[in-house]
């Protein structure tokens, strides 16, 4: 079995996320918090957790299942910005079955600004 990935590739996916996105996410998620409400210049904050959709965007193009997650909140994300995510296969280990993948990462705004960072392991099937 070949791995998938390899120590030291890079992943990366951006999006912009739109009031419809918001709203979506505040159905779904229940999450009403007034902050999420309170306009910057006619935009309203993005959830953290819609924010993090963007690693798990990355995970499921690689087949990845998390076993853990850890997620550091670092700058607010805004409706109508642009935010990449990078994620870096930082240890592989090959079994049987399935691949061990541990990974870091960051999101960052428009600005180069960081918003979000990651840690995260789990296996990718194979």
């Keep these: 079995m070949t791995a998938p990935v390899s120590e030291g590739d890079r992943f990366s996916y951006s ?15 229940n999450d009403r918090g007034e902050h999420h409400f309170e306009t910057d210049d006619g935009r309203v904050m993005v959830h953290g957790l819609l924010t993090a959709t963007l690693p798990t965007k990355i995970g499921s193009d690689l087949n990845y299942v998390a076993r853990r997650m850890e997620f550091e ?12 995510c990078v994620l870096s296969a930082d240890r592989v280990t090959e ?6 993948l541990e990974a870091t990462g960051k999101c ?4 180069g600004e960081i918003v979000l960072q990651f840690e995260t392991a789990g296996v990718i099937f194979t």
Excluded at 15 to 29: G, K, M, N
Excluded at 108 to 111: D, G, K, P, S
């Design 15 to 29: 999006r912009v996320f739109t009031e419809s996105d918001f709203e979506a996410f505040a159905d779904l998620s």
């Design 73 to 84: 909140f670092v700058k607010p994300v805004y409706t109508g910005e642009e935010v990449e």
């Design 95 to 100: 079994q049987e079955e399935f691949v061990e």
């Design 108 to 111: 960052t705004n428009e600005a």
